[in-house]
Structures are given as C-alpha cells and as structure tokens.
C-alpha cells in the first residue's frame, strides 16, 4: 500500500483533479521530503533540485486527471518528477562523451573484472556514496541514477537522453570508475580494520 489509504488517496485525487489547494498541499507535504531526495540526486545543489520539485509539482497538478489508477499514485508523481528532472538535464544541454560502444563494452568488461571485494563496499554509509554521486558531472551522475538507482537499461537510458547506448554504456563505466576513485581512501580505511 502507498503512503495513503485508498479512500484517502482517491479522495486527495478527485480534490487535486478539482483545484482544492488543500488537496494539492497533502499531497506535496505526504511526498516532498522523499521526492526532494530523488530531485537531488539528479541536480547540482539544493537550489537546482528544489527547482526540478517545483517544477514537477506543476506537471503533477496540471495533468493529475490523466492519473487512470494503474498502479501507484505515488509512482505516478515520482515518474513526473524524474522526467523533469530529465527535461531539466537535456534544457542544459550537458554533451555526453561519445566513445565507440566496442569500446565501451571492453572498458565495461575489464571493470568488472577489477571490482576487488564488494562487501567493502557495502559498508560505506549510503550518504557517504550519495555525497561522492553528487561529484559526478552531470552527464555520468545522470545515467549512473538512472541506472543504478531507478533500474533503466541502457536503451531506455539512452532514448530518454538522446545519447547513443555506446555513450550510456561509457558514461555509466566512467561514473562507477570515478566513484571507485573517490571512495577508495575509504575503501582502503575500511579494509585496514
């Protein structure tokens, strides 16, 4: 179940289909903090992921009547924040780096193969690699989250970006080598204990 019993949830809904400020204003209060943090991870400070929020919110409400019930409302509003996020990203217009995809399937490849112990991994607090994420350029901070954290694969990747999947494929081994490059102080403190 959502964050809102069905009556309730159906009832915010019909509310936010009609104009009610009240309904609109539960319904940014129930997920702003959660949302906030999905902004984030895709902008490049608060400022920027408050903006992307906002913005989503507007999309939410203007279109909340093409809301049909298929699965959840929460999903729904999380799937319009992400595409403005994403919308937001392409406005930039950051240029991905194009590397030939024979390539980047050898770079992904040999990665794999150098990845030492990932329990140690597992113990670097969440905040920690969410930190380093941030310090990514936007092009590899993207793709990694878009991988990573929302379980696209690289051709939806790419047709949302409108990159090639030869360039999301290397954005996402770039990012995850430059996160390895970042963490690794830590990895080695960790491994010392």
């Not at 609109?24 to 920027?48: H, P, W």
């Not at 696209?152 to 954005?171: D, Q």
């Amino acid at each position: 179940m959502g964050i809102w019993h069905l009556h309730e949830e159906a009832q915010l809904i019909k509310g936010c289909i009609n104009g009610s400020r009240k309904a609109q204003e539960d319904v940014f209060n129930a997920t702003y903090r959660r949302l906030l943090g999905v902004c984030a991870r895709y902008a490049k400070d608060d400022d920027d992921a408050k903006d992307i929020l906002q913005n989503g919110f507007i999309k939410v409400f203007k279109s909340i009547e093409n809301y049909k019930g298929d699965g959840s409302f929460e999903g729904w509003i999380k799937r319009i924040v992400i595409n403005t996020a994403i919308d937001s990203y392409r406005r930039k217009k950051v240029k991905p780096v194009v590397v030939d995809s024979e390539l980047t399937d050898r770079v992904g490849t040999n990665m794999a193969d150098e990845v030492e112990d990932d329990s140690i991994y597992q113990k670097i607090p969440i905040k920690v690699v969410l930190d380093s994420v941030q310090k990514l350029s936007p092009a590899y901070r993207t793709v990694f989250n878009l991988y990573v954290l929302e379980g696209y694969n690289h051709n939806e990747i790419a047709e949302m970006l409108e990159i090639g999947v030869g360039t999301s494929k290397s954005n996402l081994s770039k990012a995850r080598l430059n996160l390895r490059k970042m963490l690794k102080p830590l990895v080695d403190k960790i491994s010392q204990e």
